[in-house]
């Protein structure tokens, strides 16, 4: 799936919730299901650190195809984080240098990559960016 | 006893609703509410009265000096200083911080000098001595805490030496609501002959402050967190030692003369008012000082610790929850963990339940290695909260924590 389609189909998945509660325990779920980062993975230089909450980033290439891992201290954050994972990782690095990220707002969580929050996500994402553009120069 | 029903109509913010719930403002610690009072003179000014100050001729601008001129007299007298030149406006605290921070610096600070600051200090009152010393060769010195978040003394007295220049410490922490012994520790500083500096930022809106009893040198706090606007703020400072300091901005207002070859400064206030001020901000202040005072600062006292006691209480019944914060003195300021939680997902649940609390590091970095937490979660209150409202904010908590463990 194209990292479009993987984004409709989480939208899909969360139009099932009506209730911003239900929204918030499918996400601390999927927070508290995925050991998303290597622990020798957590270290000062893949954190991005915030006001709120402590994000960690890891990436590798492999096969050609962008590898991420990551975890948060948050566990809302953290939920999130494999929504994104979900979503951007397994790709290649044009593939996701050209991506839009639509699917946060859509599910109505947009609150969550406002600069207000401070809380490491909204770097992250710009990490992924860099990642990729990286990758892309390296390939 | 206050009315608090008539006090909350005041403040129109208070009947908004957050998703979908009525508020519950618990972040007074961060910023305050504005009453109607005080909103009122920011529209006038604007709509009626707007003119530079100090220079203009004409009638406006005479109307705009003597407003705002009168505003530094309400300052002077809610913090009993002796003259009215004590008072300086800034920008807030961190802006008073950063101009004694420099002048001070400029006048005093030598190398192998030492400042001494607190654990428990905002990064405000912390960066700007930092910045300080790295220019100078001095010294920066950190008076510990004891696991309640209590200022300790007798450290305090060994930190103290001929070499000690300044000391700056807060009166009030935001962080944990410990009311520091700031008397005992300007006492002390002064007998060795240091300066001092009281960051009041969290203080002022709680409690009476009197800065001829305290005989510090400086006193600095914000005005939004005292009910008035965002970026207006005070340096009270004596006016021998303001005097005796160099400007910190040039520009205008601030000089007496200007040739090419040499400016001569301005008086006391002036000499530290570069620049058209936030002239609207002074007078609002103003009017924000003026509210306060009709419902009397020792009544807002009394009701904010009643607040702090019931909160407390009721708080402690929560299974894994830890109160950060247990000095004998405190202000307002509940600051809480709650085991295997993060305080920001805490604060985003609740949020959705209309309960506005603080979450993070509240800008107190130090602090939160020290009591090795990542972060609390604060609730903070004012004289124009509730019981009621106590109550919610418990009962979001409860499900918060329940979505969360």
């Known amino acids: ?139 | 006893m206050l009315n608090i029903k008539k006090i909350r109509a005041d403040f129109p913010i208070l009947a908004r609703e957050v998703n979908g719930k009525p508020l519950v403002y618990f972040d007074n610690g961060a910023t305050s509410q504005k009453p109607q009072q005080v909103i009122d003179v920011i529209d006038k000014y604007y709509t009626f009265q707007n003119s530079n100050i100090h220079r203009g001729i004409h009638t406006l601008s005479q109307e705009a000096t003597d407003a705002y001129e009168k505003a530094r007299i309400t300052v002077q007298n809610f913090i009993n200083a002796k003259h009215e030149h004590e008072v300086i406006f800034t920008s807030g605290t961190t802006g008073s911080i950063n101009l004694v921070a420099s002048s001070f610096a400029k006048k005093h600070l030598n190398k192998g000098d030492e400042i001494i600051i607190s654990t428990m200090e905002h990064h405000s009152n912390i960066v700007p001595w930092q910045m300080v010393c790295e220019d100078y060769g001095a010294i920066l010195k950190v008076v510990p805490i004891n696991d309640k978040g209590e200022f300790l003394f007798e450290e305090f007295e060994k930190l103290l030496s001929d070499k000690t220049k300044l000391v700056a410490v807060t009166h009030v922490s935001n962080t944990l609501g410990t009311i520091n012994p700031v008397k005992e520790i300007i006492k002390k500083a002064k007998a060795i002959g240091a300066f001092t500096l009281i960051d009041g930022a969290q203080a002022v809106p709680h409690k009476k402050v009197d800065v001829q009893e305290l005989d510090c040198d400086f006193y600095v706090f914000s005005g939004h967190k005292m009910l008035g606007p965002t970026g207006v703020g005070i340096l009270y400072g004596k006016e021998a030692i303001l005097n005796s300091l160099p400007p910190y901005q040039g520009g205008g207002d601030m000089i007496k003369t200007v040739t090419f070859e040499k400016t001569t400064y301005n008086e006391l206030p002036h000499k530290f008012e570069a620049g058209t001020p936030n002239i609207v901000g002074g007078i609002a202040l103003a009017a924000a000082i003026d509210y306060m005072n009709n419902i009397g600062i020792h009544n807002i006292e009394a009701y904010e610790h009643e607040l702090l006691t019931y909160a407390t209480e009721k708080i402690k019944q929560i299974e894994g929850l830890r109160i950060i914060g247990e000095a004998k003195q405190k202000a307002s300021v509940l600051s809480f963990v709650v085991d295997g939680t993060h305080p920001s997902d805490i604060g985003m649940i609740i949020d959705k339940l209309g309960v506005a609390i603080r979450t993070g590091h509240h800008c107190t970095e130090p602090l939160m290695n020290r009591l090795n937490v990542p972060g609390t979660a604060r609730a903070s209150f004012a004289f124009y909260n509730t019981t009621e409202e106590i109550d919610i904010f418990i009962e979001g908590l409860k499900r918060a924590i329940k979505m969360l463990v």
């Open chain 1, 1 to 139: 799936m194209t990292i479009k389609e993987i984004q409709e189909e989480i939208v899909d998945e969360f139009a099932l919730f009506d209730e911003w509660m239900d929204k918030y325990e499918h996400i601390i779920e999927l927070g508290k299901d995925l050991p998303i980062i290597e622990e020798k993975y957590k270290t000062e230089d893949n954190l991005i650190k915030g006001c709120q909450s402590r994000v960690w980033l890891h990436a590798e290439l492999n096969d050609g195809k962008i590898i991420f891992t990551a975890d948060s201290d948050a566990i809302i954050t953290k939920g999130i984080i494999a929504l994104m994972i979900r979503v951007f990782s397994n790709h290649t690095p044009k593939e996701i240098a050209e991506s839009d990220l639509f699917f946060i707002d859509q599910i109505g969580l947009k609150e969550h990559l406002s600069p207000t929050r401070s809380n490491g996500l909204l770097s992250m994402v710009k990490q992924i960016k860099i990642y990729s553009i990286a990758f892309q120069a390296k390939a």
